[in-house]
Structure formats: structure tokens, C-alpha cells
């Protein structure tokens, strides 16, 4: 799917996955020898994650039900757990440095 940022009017992801059970969330990223520019994962729902087996950093966004960013973790790096933030429904995990000037208060949309 193709994850817009609607307030910066640019495209964060366009080959982004959607993971939407538990086998899917569970597994997420690891194992994953790395992301491609305009790759990321879709985990929903989902209100925090680690980053165990991991091999390289995440830019984390945290989203409301409505798609709004709650909060930017840049450079999220390998075997942590991030924390859990409150009223998260779904995080987008992108390469590092992808989210770009993504802010709290900035409206993610998908498409595809």
C-alpha cells in the first residue's frame, strides 16, 4: 500500500505491507536484512514494539484511530522495546531518516 503524509503533502512509503494479525505483528521486521527506500510495515493494532532481531534502525510512527501521528521515534535502533504510547492505534515502521519531517499532529492516509 502507499502511506501519504497529507499535512507535508508527501509520500513516506509506497510499498508498505500491511501487518494486521497476531502471526503478522509478532514476526513484523525480524529476520528482515533490511528496508528498501519506500518500504515499511503497517502494524495495526498496535500500540508499541520491539526491535529484537533486528539488524538496522526504524523511524516508528505512533497513530490515533483517524491516521494522526502521536508520536516520532527517529533512528529507533535494533533489540529495544519502545515505549507504549497512549491511544496509539497502528505503527508505521519506515528505514531510517524515511519519516522525514513527519511531526505529532501530522495526518498519515493509504491507499492501495
Known sequence: ??????????????????????HLRLLGLMFCPHLEPGQGLWLEPCSQVHTHFMRFPL???????????LRVLPHFPPWRISPRVAGARAVLQLPAVAAGETRPGDRLTTSG
Open 59 to 69: 523511524d516508528l510512527l505512533f497513530l490515533d484511530p483517524e491516521g494522526r501521528v
Open 1 to 22: 500500500m502507499i502511506v501519504r503524509n497529507l499535512s507535508l503533502g508527501i509520500v513516506l512509503g509506497d510499498r508498505v505491507c500491511r501487518a494486521d494479525t497476531f
